[in-house]
Structure formats: C-alpha cells, structure tokens
C-alpha cells in the first residue's frame, strides 16, 4: 500500500485480518513506519519499495486517483508481463485528512469505480473485485475516458464553480462588508466544497484539463441563456430552467455517498444561550455519537431550528434524533 492516508488507510483497515491477505504499507520516512504499525492499520511496513512491490506473476497493482485516462494512458504504455493495471476510485472521501482519519466504514454503501482496459483478463478484474467486496462499497465498471467525462461534470466542475463564486463575492465584500455578514447559512452550504484542499484540487483539474475545458465552454452557455433570458425578462423560460432542474434533482440518489461527501444534517429548536451547544455535545458523546460539526443559525429563513447538528454517517444521524428526541428536544431532519 503506497499512500497510508485516509484512502490508503481505510483500505488497509478493510483487508486487515482479512483470509490470506497481509497489508504491507509503503512509508518514506521512519517515523510514518513506527506509526502505521503501531496504529495497527497494516501488518507491517516498509522504507523499501523493492521489498513493499515484489511484482509476482499475477500481480493486480490498482489506483485510487480521481481521474482515470491519463494513468490509464501511461499503464497501457508500460504494459507488464504477466500483471495487470486496473484503475480505481472509490468515490467517497472526508473533510478530515491522513491516515488518523482512516476508518473502515469509509466506503460503506460508496460507489467503487473500476476501469480495467481491454487487455485486463476477467479472472484479474474479477479477483479485484473480490477484494474489494471487504470495503463493501458497490463495484461499477467504467471505461476510463467515460469516467472522466462524469466526474469532470458531478463533481470537478461543481469545484471551479464552488471556488469562482466564493472568490466573486470575496472581492464584493472588500467594498462592502455585508456581503460577508449575509452570506451565512445557505450560501455558505452550498460553497463548502470551496474549502478543498486546493493542492489536491490543482492536481486534479489539470489531470482533467481537456475535459474541463469543455465542461466551462457548456457552463458558459448555460450562463449565456440565463443572462439572456433577464436581459429579454423571459420569466417563462427562468421558470423552466428551475422546473427542468428539479425535475432531474429530485430522482438523483439521496443517501449513497458520492464524489462530493455528504453530511447528515438535523435541526433542533433550542435556545441560543450560553453552554446549550456543549450540553447537546456532551450528550452526544456521551453514548458514543460521532458530530461532525455543530452551529447556531441565527438566520432563520426556510430552516425549521436554530442548532444544526452535521453527521458523516446516516446512523449516526438517526441515533442522534431518537436520542434527542427522548431528552425532549424538537427534532427536524
């Protein structure tokens, strides 16, 4: 396992101690070593990549980077004898980093991607697959360039828009410093993939430059219609616009996690005073309910409470509601 981070971690824990398989992890400086070990994530690890990557007969080597063509490109270029290259990417994530995030649970219900070439035989793929199954995520089968297509739209292009449109209001507010005072609640919400980590996300997007190019080039368009239709006050066709896309909105998937990690919200109306958010935490923790996040809302329009309380786990959502719920609290998915 080159890469004993939060990806490469949780895989680790989803083979460990699992029959015939021993994790060996791969760590470019001592410390890393003593501390995967000591962790327990792997069996054991190594400062060698000749002795982490002996290339036996047979050997699957996969990845779990979010584009697929261009180290596709590169496999089908160095194509071994007798092992074989199949892409991955597990399309679930966290907003927490390394291998102290790791966890087991990580690609639970996820999707898996899969884009083996043609010159992969089935016993390969199918012996990935296999492995795989320990992560309990769902397996999906992609041709590279397909897969790059889909997550250049669902989730790289939603990044540019997500990080144009923080940067707009950002120099708004340098005028005006109520553009930053209004923009909480909603706008916050929806710009969160914003805050990525932005030397991840520049090797992304120019993994999938030609893609992307020609996602913002559709944008672009999009934005084109909607300028003309205020410049024209052609309300029918704003109308639409909103009708169109919530139709299609409304028969996407809701609880599978997916390229951009989802939180699970509830809502409680309490009073916003001093010590009520440590109170609600320490209940929480107190029967062993991981919180992600927790804020009071003070704006209050379209939000049935004022506390919000985020989960990266659906149970650990519904644990919290009927725990709440016994303690009294109004609660509100």
């Known amino acids: 396992m080159i890469g004993v981070g939060l990806i490469g971690g949780s895989l680790a824990l989803c083979f460990k101690d699992k029959p015939g398989v021993t994790v060996m992890g791969y760590a470019h400086l001592p410390e890393l070593k003593d501390k995967y070990i000591a962790s327990g994530v792997v069996d054991d690890a190594t400062l060698s990549l000749e002795e982490a990557l002996p290339l036996k007969q047979g050997c699957i080597i996969t990845d779990v980077g979010s584009t697929k063509a261009?180290?596709?490109?590169?496999?089908?270029?160095?194509?071994?004898?007798?092992?074989?290259?199949?892409?991955?990417?597990?399309m679930a994530g966290s907003e927490r980093a390394g291998v102290d995030a790791a966890s087991a649970v990580l690609f639970e219900n996820a999707y898996y991607v899969l884009t083996p070439s043609e010159h992969v035989p089935e016993e390969a793929y199918d012996r990935l697959s296999d492995l795989l199954a320990y992560t309990r995520a769902q397996i999906v089968r992609v041709e590279p360039l397909l897969h790059d297509d889909i997550v250049g739209a669902i989730s790289h292009l939603p990044h540019v828009i997500a990080?144009?449109?923080?940067?707009?209001?950002?120099?708004?507010?340098?005028?005006?410093?109520?553009?930053?005072?209004?923009?909480?609640?909603g706008f916050r919400d929806i710009t969160r993939i914003a805050s990525s980590d932005a030397i991840v996300w520049r090797d992304i997007l120019l993994s999938n430059r030609e893609v992307l190019l020609g996602l913002l080039k559709d944008w672009n368009s999009q934005m084109t219609a909607f300028t003309e239709m205020l410049e024209q006050q052609n309300g029918e066709g704003i109308e639409d616009a909103f009708r169109q896309a919530r139709e299609f909105r409304s028969v996407l998937p809701?609880?599978?996690?997916?390229?951009?990690?989802?939180?699970?919200?509830?809502?409680?109306?309490?009073?916003?005073?001093?010590g009520m958010i440590g109170k609600i935490?320490?209940?929480?923790?107190?029967?062993?309910?991981?919180?992600?996040?927790?804020?009071?809302?003070?704006?209050?329009?379209?939000v049935p409470g004022i506390m919000r309380l985020s989960f990266r786990q659906e149970e650990e959502m519904e644990r919290a509601k009927t725990l709440l719920d016994s303690l009294g609290y109004q609660v509100w998915v």
């Open 70 to 90: 261009s180290i596709a490109a590169c496999a089908e270029h160095v194509r071994m004898r007798d092992a074989y290259f199949i892409g991955g990417h597990p």
């Open 163 to 185: 990080v144009a449109l923080v940067n707009q209001v950002r120099e708004y507010n340098e005028s005006n410093p109520l553009y930053k005072m209004l923009a909480a609640g």
């Open 254 to 274: 809701e609880r599978r996690k997916g390229m951009i990690s989802s939180l699970f919200d509830l809502y409680t109306d309490v009073q916003d005073a001093p």
């Open 281 to 302: 935490a320490t209940e929480l923790g107190a029967n062993d309910i991981n919180l992600s996040n927790m804020e009071i809302i003070e704006n209050r329009v379209d």
